[in-house]
Protein backbone atom coordinates (compact mmCIF):
# COMPACT_ATOMS: atom_id res chain seq x y z
CA UNK A 1 0.00 0.00 0.00
CA UNK A 2 1.21 3.44 -0.69
CA UNK A 3 1.37 6.13 1.60
CA UNK A 4 -1.23 8.28 -0.33
CA UNK A 5 -3.49 5.34 0.26
CA UNK A 6 -2.71 5.42 3.96
CA UNK A 7 -3.80 8.84 3.90
CA UNK A 8 -6.66 8.72 1.81
CA UNK A 9 -7.94 5.35 4.24
CA UNK A 10 -6.85 7.51 7.39
CA UNK A 11 -9.18 10.61 6.20
CA UNK A 12 -12.24 8.09 5.43
CA UNK A 13 -11.83 6.61 8.67
CA UNK A 14 -11.61 10.18 10.34
CA UNK A 15 -15.14 11.40 8.35
CA UNK A 16 -16.93 8.02 8.92
CA UNK A 17 -15.86 8.14 12.81
CA UNK A 18 -16.95 12.31 12.96
CA UNK A 19 -20.39 11.35 11.13
CA UNK A 20 -20.94 8.87 13.86
CA UNK A 21 -19.96 11.10 16.59
CA UNK A 22 -22.94 13.10 14.94
CA UNK A 23 -25.52 10.78 14.62
CA UNK A 24 -24.70 9.62 18.18
CA UNK A 25 -24.89 12.98 19.68
CA UNK A 26 -28.32 14.06 17.13
CA UNK A 27 -29.92 10.39 18.85
CA UNK A 28 -28.88 11.72 22.36
CA UNK A 29 -30.62 15.63 21.92
CA UNK A 30 -33.20 13.51 20.38
CA UNK A 31 -33.26 11.09 23.34
CA UNK A 32 -33.61 13.68 25.79
CA UNK A 33 -35.58 15.76 24.31
CA UNK A 34 -38.72 13.56 24.12
CA UNK A 35 -38.35 12.81 27.88
CA UNK A 36 -39.33 16.93 28.12
CA UNK A 37 -42.06 19.22 27.65
CA UNK A 38 -41.94 21.25 24.84
CA UNK A 39 -39.93 18.26 22.60
CA UNK A 40 -39.08 20.62 19.31
CA UNK A 41 -38.00 23.83 21.37
CA UNK A 42 -35.74 21.54 23.29
CA UNK A 43 -34.36 19.75 20.26
CA UNK A 44 -34.67 23.26 17.82
CA UNK A 45 -32.61 24.87 20.91
CA UNK A 46 -29.41 22.31 21.47
CA UNK A 47 -29.40 21.83 17.64
CA UNK A 48 -28.64 25.21 17.38
CA UNK A 49 -25.63 25.23 19.60
CA UNK A 50 -22.58 24.36 18.95
CA UNK A 51 -21.95 23.12 22.43
CA UNK A 52 -24.37 20.76 21.81
CA UNK A 53 -22.36 18.47 19.88
CA UNK A 54 -19.93 16.34 22.19
CA UNK A 55 -22.25 17.39 25.05
CA UNK A 56 -22.82 14.74 27.71
CA UNK A 57 -26.62 15.23 29.48
CA UNK A 58 -25.46 17.71 32.05
CA UNK A 59 -23.80 19.74 29.75
CA UNK A 60 -27.02 19.56 27.39
CA UNK A 61 -28.75 21.02 30.75
CA UNK A 62 -26.15 23.43 30.98
CA UNK A 63 -26.99 25.13 27.15
CA UNK A 64 -30.78 24.99 28.36
CA UNK A 65 -29.85 27.00 31.45
CA UNK A 66 -27.64 29.33 29.52
CA UNK A 67 -30.10 29.95 27.08
CA UNK A 68 -32.73 30.79 29.73
CA UNK A 69 -30.77 33.49 31.28
CA UNK A 70 -30.02 34.81 27.53
CA UNK A 71 -33.73 35.10 26.88
CA UNK A 72 -34.23 36.21 30.54
CA UNK A 73 -31.91 39.16 29.89
CA UNK A 74 -34.01 39.86 26.44
CA UNK A 75 -36.84 40.43 28.39
CA UNK A 76 -35.21 42.60 31.04
CA UNK A 77 -34.56 45.03 28.07
CA UNK A 78 -37.53 44.65 26.52
CA UNK A 79 -38.76 45.90 30.27
CA UNK A 80 -36.39 48.68 30.30
CA UNK A 81 -37.65 50.03 26.71
CA UNK A 82 -41.16 49.53 28.25
CA UNK A 83 -40.57 51.58 31.19
CA UNK A 84 -38.92 54.09 29.58
CA UNK A 85 -42.10 55.16 26.97
CA UNK A 86 -44.59 54.88 29.67
CA UNK A 87 -46.04 56.98 31.95
CA UNK A 88 -49.20 55.35 32.62
CA UNK A 89 -48.71 54.38 36.95
CA UNK A 90 -50.26 51.20 36.15
CA UNK A 91 -47.60 50.24 33.34
CA UNK A 92 -45.05 51.50 35.59
CA UNK A 93 -45.77 49.35 38.82
CA UNK A 94 -46.60 46.22 36.89
CA UNK A 95 -43.36 46.30 35.02
CA UNK A 96 -41.42 47.80 37.76
CA UNK A 97 -42.78 44.36 39.15
CA UNK A 98 -41.60 42.28 36.52
CA UNK A 99 -37.95 43.80 36.43
CA UNK A 100 -37.86 42.66 40.12
CA UNK A 101 -38.91 39.13 39.38
CA UNK A 102 -36.46 38.88 36.82
CA UNK A 103 -33.37 40.72 38.21
CA UNK A 104 -33.72 39.30 41.42
CA UNK A 105 -35.70 36.20 40.71
CA UNK A 106 -34.58 34.57 37.20
CA UNK A 107 -31.32 36.06 36.24
CA UNK A 108 -30.82 37.15 39.79
CA UNK A 109 -30.75 33.77 41.87
CA UNK A 110 -32.16 30.80 39.84
CA UNK A 111 -30.12 30.68 36.76
CA UNK A 112 -26.64 31.17 38.85
CA UNK A 113 -27.71 28.91 41.35
CA UNK A 114 -29.02 25.81 38.79
CA UNK A 115 -25.84 26.15 36.86
CA UNK A 116 -23.57 25.71 40.58
CA UNK A 117 -26.09 23.46 41.47
CA UNK A 118 -25.28 21.52 38.27
CA UNK A 119 -21.88 21.39 38.30
CA UNK A 120 -22.22 19.92 42.31
CA UNK A 121 -24.55 17.21 41.04
CA UNK A 122 -27.35 18.85 43.00
CA UNK A 123 -29.86 17.82 40.19
CA UNK A 124 -32.89 18.30 42.50
CA UNK A 125 -32.05 21.80 43.39
CA UNK A 126 -30.77 22.45 39.64
CA UNK A 127 -34.38 21.22 38.99
CA UNK A 128 -36.14 23.29 41.46
CA UNK A 129 -34.43 26.38 40.84
CA UNK A 130 -35.33 25.96 36.92
CA UNK A 131 -38.96 25.49 38.20
CA UNK A 132 -38.99 28.89 40.18
CA UNK A 133 -37.32 30.28 37.11
CA UNK A 134 -40.77 29.29 35.20
CA UNK A 135 -42.29 30.49 38.72
CA UNK A 136 -40.83 34.27 38.11
CA UNK A 137 -41.44 34.60 34.46
CA UNK A 138 -45.32 33.32 35.22
CA UNK A 139 -45.87 35.95 38.47
CA UNK A 140 -44.85 38.46 35.96
CA UNK A 141 -46.54 37.59 33.12
CA UNK A 142 -49.45 37.34 35.51
CA UNK A 143 -48.73 41.18 36.77
CA UNK A 144 -48.44 42.94 33.02
CA UNK A 145 -51.56 40.58 31.99
CA UNK A 146 -53.95 42.58 33.76
CA UNK A 147 -52.86 45.71 31.84
CA UNK A 148 -55.42 47.65 29.35
CA UNK A 149 -54.23 46.20 25.98
CA UNK A 150 -52.87 42.56 27.44
CA UNK A 151 -49.23 41.78 28.21
CA UNK A 152 -46.81 42.80 26.13
CA UNK A 153 -44.26 40.36 27.55
CA UNK A 154 -46.15 37.11 26.83
CA UNK A 155 -44.13 35.74 23.96
CA UNK A 156 -40.57 37.07 26.18
CA UNK A 157 -42.00 35.52 29.51
CA UNK A 158 -43.65 32.38 27.41
CA UNK A 159 -40.26 31.30 26.22
CA UNK A 160 -38.48 31.92 29.48
CA UNK A 161 -41.17 29.33 31.31
CA UNK A 162 -41.02 26.81 28.59
CA UNK A 163 -36.81 26.50 28.78
CA UNK A 164 -37.29 26.91 32.16
CA UNK A 165 -38.98 23.73 32.47
CA UNK A 166 -37.20 22.06 29.44
CA UNK A 167 -34.40 22.72 31.72
CA UNK A 168 -35.69 21.07 34.87
CA UNK A 169 -36.47 17.83 32.87
CA UNK A 170 -32.76 17.47 31.73
CA UNK A 171 -31.66 18.44 34.97
CA UNK A 172 -33.45 14.87 36.24
CA UNK A 173 -32.28 13.16 33.60
CA UNK A 174 -28.93 13.64 34.43
CA UNK A 175 -26.90 10.94 35.71
Do not use: H
Amino acid sequence: MTSWSVFIIVCLMIYVSDIEMKVSMADLVDDICSQTPYNVLCVETLRADPRSTGADVRGLAIIIVDKVNEKGLATVEQIDNLLASTTDPKSMDALSSCLRYYNNGVLGLDVIAAKQALDQDNLILAAQLMNDAAGNARNCEDRVSTLEGGSPLTSSNNIVIELSFIAAAIAILVK
